[in-house]
């Protein structure tokens, strides 16, 4: 059994940022990145909106980058899975793929996992057309035409980014109504360049290389359907995300799913137990605040250590 005085679940912008200011504290942080180092970041190109790059920086050289930043300072980063948490009693029990763990705080920076249709040709264009941010990947499709697939309040509000970027929008909705609120239903209405597609459905991706059109499914009733193809440069996925909180279910969590924290901290309702990212994040999902959020992880970690004589 090894004992660590704080343990970091899950990598990305939020956990190795977490084991830089835990580091430097000379915490002696423990880090398990999962199966994906990096976290959702990697499956992007060029980040264009992460402060001090002016001129982008491809997403896993950033993540690589802060990696190497947490180790040089002494982290003890492992590749692998935490396989169980038991959060009964402190210090925490954690088995790894590495063994077992004892730690006297924990941080969960697991992050959310962007729901997709479930295409083969989605992870074959993965970062070649497929995205599921348009904040993150907008910027690309500049007088370029895209589609956004989703029907509630986030997918509009995908359309409406993509829409001053793009030259065409689809919104392609499986059903013949939107599930958004009537302010952003309102907002759709008045824009100029974007195209609802209701009763419509992906089934397949198609295109050389980088993604050229999809094939669509049009359900004009029970037993009347055609196929319809749209020429896009980028689709864009706005079916919500599923937080990765499968390990932690004494950790409070809201409707949606996400870690509840108290106020403006990293604290759960479980003392010694802090979150960061996008696995408390319903709203932002950037990597920039993902990255403050690990920051401020750290801090409560270590004054929490501190009040409790264990620094």
Known sequence: MTETKILIIGSGPAGYTAAIYASRANLHPVLFEGMQPGGQLTTTTIVENYPGYPEGIDGTQLMMQMREQAEKFGADIHFGNVNSVDLSSRPFKVSTDDGDFMAEAIIIATGASA??????DEERFAGRGVSACATCDGFFYRGKRVAVVGGGDTAIEE???LSGLASQVYLIVRRNQLRASSVMQQKLSEATNITVLYEHETVALQGDGALAKAVLKYHKGLADEQTVEI???GFFLAIGHTPNTSLFPSVETDSQGYIKVKGSTSLTNVDGVFAAGDVCDPLYRQAITAA???CKAAKDAEAFLMMNNTK
């Not at 729901?115 to 083969?120: D, H, K, Q």
Request: hydrophobic letters at 40%; aromatic letters at 14%; a negative charge.
């Open 292 to 294: 403050a959020s690990g």
């Open 231 to 233: 020429d896009i440069d």
């Open 115 to 120: 729901r997709y249709l479930g295409l083969p």
């Open 159 to 161: 359309a409406l980014y």
